[in-house]
């Protein structure tokens, strides 16, 4: 007999197909990648998994990598030596914006871009040097339950157009937000952002902070349930950008999204949802992505509210 969820899930993507929304522009390899795919993934806390379109198709993880990284941060420094070089506040701003605190120049959260290339610096600087981007492609393997791995053309072609991310990077240079070459940031960050995943690598992260930091095939404990909750709280609050209030009244869950059209979403004790369609609303958030998460939302009661 079929399982009823695949069904369900193939009839998701079927019904939410607006071919609204434009592809990723400023990073020339993202504009370059088929804007019809689309790809969904469910896993619960349990490890049982469920995906359904392009879901072996492999995209570059971007901004759904901040989260982990600064889950990342809190294990290897602490709680206090992360908030003293990044807050914890929702911006309301774009993700690329200037969202700095007056006179210190600590970027507001670890979601927005500057937030993250504050965060990526904690990690890259902690020893052994030189060894960041390895560290975090680890981490994230050790998340999906496989060997990942850096799209390397994704990623030097943000690099080659990386003025706004350069830019943020030498502001926090300035404020010695953090004491290394602006630059050098800027590259590990790029790479960050260009680990290769597919959707049901996503679902599989996502589930892991669902099951409050185990990895449910693995059996790793990868975060503590402090690191955890304190990673979902700031996901809930600020991983949507300028439409963090807008998403959390309307689909009520802690998200994040990339501007390669991935998102993940996360319900606590429950479920990992991972999602894939390429094209970007305004906020550069996947525009079916957003729509799918809706339906879900909608049709399993998922508002945590
Ligand atoms: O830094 C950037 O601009 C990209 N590497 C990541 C931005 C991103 O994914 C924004 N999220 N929707």
């Known amino acids: 007999m079929r399982s009823p969820i695949p069904d369900y899930l193939t009839q998701v993507l079927d019904t939410c197909a607006p071919d609204s929304g434009e592809l990723a522009e400023y990073i020339p390899e993202l504009a370059a990648v088929d804007p019809d795919r689309f790809a969904l993934s469910l896993v619960t806390a349990e490890g049982d998994a469920y995906s359904v379109g392009d879901h072996q198709d492999a995209f570059t993880i971007q901004s759904i990598s901040k989260p982990f990284v600064y889950g990342l941060a809190l294990e290897t420094l602490g709680f206090e030596a992360v908030l003293d070089h990044v807050g914890v506040e929702p911006s309301g701003e774009a993700f690329s914006e200037i969202s700095l605190e007056r006179n210190t120049g600590r970027?507001?959260?670890?979601?927005?871009?500057?937030?993250?290339?504050?965060?990526?610096?904690?990690?890259?600087?902690?020893?052994?040097?030189?060894?960041g981007v390895e560290r975090i492609l680890k981490l994230l393997s050790s998340l999906a339950g496989r060997e990942l791995d850096i799209d390397?053309?994704?990623?030097?072609?943000?690099?080659?157009?990386?003025?706004?991310?350069?830019?943020?990077?030498?502001l926090l240079r300035s404020y010695d937000v953090f004491t290394g070459d602006p630059r050098a940031v800027v590259e590990g960050y790029v790479r960050q952002c260009a680990v290769r995943v597919t959707t049901a690598d996503l679902g599989m992260m996502a589930a892991t902070l669902a099951?409050?930091?185990?990895?449910?095939?693995?059996?790793?404990?990868?975060?503590?349930?402090?690191?955890?909750?304190?990673?979902?709280?700031?996901?809930?609050?600020?991983?949507?950008?300028?439409a963090a209030g807008d998403w959390l009244t309307t689909i009520g869950i802690p998200a994040k999204s990339g501007v390669s059209g991935g998102i993940i979403g996360i319900l606590p004790g429950q479920l990992g949802i991972a999602v894939f369609s390429p094209r970007l609303d305004p906020h550069g958030t996947s525009a079916r992505g957003v729509e799918v998460c809706e339906r879900l939302s909608r049709d399993m009661n998922l508002h945590l509210m």
């Open 211 to 242: 099951s409050g930091g185990v990895q449910p095939h693995t059996g790793e404990q990868i975060f503590s349930r402090p690191v955890v909750r304190q990673v979902l709280s700031v996901m809930a609050t600020c991983g949507m950008y300028d």
């Open 107 to 131: 970027p507001l959260n670890p979601m927005i871009n500057a937030g993250a290339l504050a965060t990526h610096a904690l990690v890259a600087s902690t020893p052994p040097a030189d060894s």
């Open 152 to 170: 390397e053309k994704v990623a030097r072609s943000e690099l080659d157009n990386g003025y706004r991310n350069l830019a943020l990077a030498n």
